[in-house]
């Protein structure tokens, strides 16, 4: 629902978030979970320009769980709440800046599944094992997904040790073959009790906001101990997320009609509004010694096959309860393109064609001191762009 806090027109009191190119004009407002220096106790907070407004007095909480179990109707008055507060022409408040705040996960997050919703992905990768079939039977009917490890979710920043694991029969070490993942994770509102699913038409109201994900795979670790069950130590060792929850209300004029289906999807997974979002995804790779970062891919979520309202209503048809803070992904987002892939798998072929860096380096996959960060924005004619920040990892050796 388009309002008055998507006006292309508001201005804020905050000059950093009236400069062109700001990610978190007065129209996005996303929400994180911050600690300051010195600070034991977290907070919640909502960001405009380059600083945090301390949302403690209508969030008590360490964690933003107690907000995602509000209903849509609540959540929607809090961000026009904050919206006018902020403002041009309104009473100026103190306010944090975000270069003296430690950024953590915004949510206790109970459960984590990620889906495999971009055929394009799909179809690359199964071309790759199965050049004459690549897609299984099941691809265009179902939402495909595995359930993930929340332990292992961690704050953008955070370093990622090289796991090690089964590469083949009687081979045990370090991953030879350390990937990336571009994703968009979604976190789950109010949720559903035991037995009652979350029917397609509510399913909006569930979805609080998104995120930028990476869900770090090893791909030798995968290739040998995914049959028959799918991936497990492959994928539990990591996952980074974004700390800016980018709100579903901040996304509204970014909605698009999803990726045609060629076959109907069941009456349980059809929706009557548009349920795609065209966020634009970049991943960037800055490796040891290299002076600037160099892009690896750039792809839209709008191209997934399924979208996240189908994604959760199907998680939650056969019963099963989603609670607020849970966290469900999209899985790797690519498109029609080569410069759309978003893993190295893809963009490799699979080893045959190496990335070739400006400085003359190669990736296959990536090496210890290699960085990744996933970067994110929308834009649309007539409104104001906004960003989903940033999700960063550094790969440190296994030890």
Request: hydrophobic share 35%; charged share 25%.
């Given at each position: ?71 849509a109707s609540d959540r929607r ?6 919206s006018r507060i902020l403002r ?312």
């Amino acid at each position: 629902m388009i309002d008055e806090t998507h006006d292309p027109g508001l201005r804020s009191w905050v000059e950093s978030a009236n400069r062109a190119g700001c990610e978190f004009p007065i129209q996005n407002l996303p929400l994180g979970v911050f600690r300051l220096k010195g600070e034991k106790q977290a907070r919640c907070g909502v960001a405009i320009g380059d600083f945090i407004l301390d949302a403690s007095g209508w969030l008590s909480s360490e964690t933003l769980n107690g907000y995602m179990a509000l209903p849509a109707s609540d959540r929607r008055q809090l961000r026009l709440e904050w919206s006018r507060i902020l403002r041009a022409g309104s009473p100026e408040r103190e306010l944090l800046p975000q270069t003296g705040a430690e950024m953590l996960l915004p949510a206790r997050i109970g459960d984590y599944s990620d889906f495999y919703a971009s055929i394009h992905h799909a179809t690359n990768v199964g071309r790759m094992f199965r050049p004459e079939n690549p897609l299984f039977p099941n691809y265009k009917h179902v939402p495909i997904a595995y359930h993930g490890r929340s332990s292992s979710v961690f704050a953008s920043g955070t370093a990622i040790k090289r796991p090690s694991g089964q590469r083949g029969q009687g081979d045990f070490g370090p991953t030879r073959e350390l990937d990336y993942e571009v994703e968009i994770g979604a976190f789950v509102g109010p949720g559903n009790a035991p037995g009652e699913p979350i029917p397609i038409s509510e399913a909006r109201q569930h979805i609080v906001g998104v995120c930028l994900v990476n869900d770090w795979s090893a791909r030798d670790i995968q290739r040998w101990e995914y049959q028959p069950l799918g991936p497990f130590l492959s994928k539990s060792f990591a996952t980074s997320i974004s700390p800016w929850v980018i709100t579903t209300e901040a996304l509204e004029p970014f909605r698009e009609e999803a990726a045609t289906h060629e076959t109907d999807p069941l009456p349980y997974l059809q929706e009557s509004q548009a349920g795609a979002f065209n966020i634009m995804v970049e991943a960037w790779l800055l490796g040891r010694g290299m002076r600037q970062p160099v892009r690896l891919s750039r792809s839209s979520f709008r191209e997934m096959y399924w979208t996240l309202p189908q994604m959760l209503t199907h998680h939650t048809s056969n019963g099963c309860p989603a609670r607020p803070g849970d966290l469900i992904a999209s899985g790797t987002i690519s498109g029609p393109e080569k410069e759309n892939r978003g893993c190295l798998l893809e963009l490799t072929e699979k080893g045959k064609e190496p990335v070739r860096l400006p400085d003359g380096e190669e990736r296959v996959f990536l090496e210890d001191g290699d960085q990744i960060v996933l970067r994110g924005h929308c834009k649309r004619d007539a409104f104001v762009s906004i960003g989903l920040g940033c999700c960063a990892g550094t790969i440190v050796a296994a030890g």
